[in-house]
């Protein structure tokens, strides 16, 4: 081996020795989930115990042994604990994901249905409680439409991802229909207080979309 050679293997071991590895993103990520997940768990808890109107965000920091400054972090409004969830991320994969030959509805339908499948098997009970407390809340239910609004343009795009020729309004009714669907659904699922299943829900209403 060079001279030259030896000298930028010497370099090379020296910048391994000392190189700094950082803490892996993906902790990170998941550390920043489980706080959430956390403060959530706790803001439900006061929610269904005190009412929505008499829990303030002081009382969910301290249940869920954080400061005020770390609920603000993560949510901006304590309406923003209630209505914030990982579920439109999901689904938007879940539609990309489907295959190229499914209309735009049936790709919805079933990335929804994928969806659900997953969330209702680990957090039923938390989610009946959350739509439950959604509904009976004037506050929460007059911000429905906002963040439906928001919903149905993260789907209609992710539609138009798939099919770039579909027109702009053809993608967003399809997206306004199958929200209508899910809401619909999970209406009957609080009225029956659960004892209905929210997938046998889902799929009847979007059968009702597309009659045989």
């Known amino acids: 081996m060079s001279t030259a050679e030896e000298a930028g293997t010497t370099i090379v071991r020296r910048r391994?020795?000392?190189?700094?590895v950082p803490t892996s993103p993906g902790l990170r990520e998941r550390k920043k989930a489980q706080t959430r997940r956390?403060?959530?768990e706790h803001a439900l808890r006061l929610f269904l115990e005190q009412g929505y109107q008499n829990t303030t965000v002081e009382e969910i920091s301290a249940?869920?042994?954080v400061s005020h400054m770390t609920f603000f972090r993560h949510f901006p409004t304590k309406e923003a604990v209630v209505e914030s969830d990982d579920y439109d991320p999901l689904i938007v994969r879940l539609i990309q994901e489907r295959p190229p030959q499914e209309d735009g509805l049936t790709a919805l339908r079933n990335a929804l249905a994928q969806g659900l499948e997953t969330v209702y098997a680990t957090g039923r009970d938390t989610l009946l409680a959350r739509t439950r407390l959604i509904f009976d809340t004037p506050a929460l239910r007059a911000r429905t439409w906002d963040t439906q609004y928001a919903t149905q343009r993260l789907f209609a795009d992710a539609?138009?991802?798939?099919?770039p020729e579909e027109s702009d309004l053809?993608?967003?009714v399809t997206a306004a229909a199958?929200?209508?669907a899910v809401t619909t659904a999970l209406a009957a699922w609080v009225e029956s207080d659960g004892a209905l299943e929210l997938p046998v829900l889902v799929s009847e209403a979007f059968s009702a979309l597309r009659p045989a």
């Open 38 to 40: 956390t403060i959530q």
């Open 170 to 172: 053809a993608t967003r």
């Open 159 to 163: 539609l138009r991802a798939r099919n």
């Open 63 to 65: 249940a869920a042994g």
């Open 16 to 20: 391994q020795a000392h190189e700094y």
């Open 178 to 180: 199958a929200l209508a």
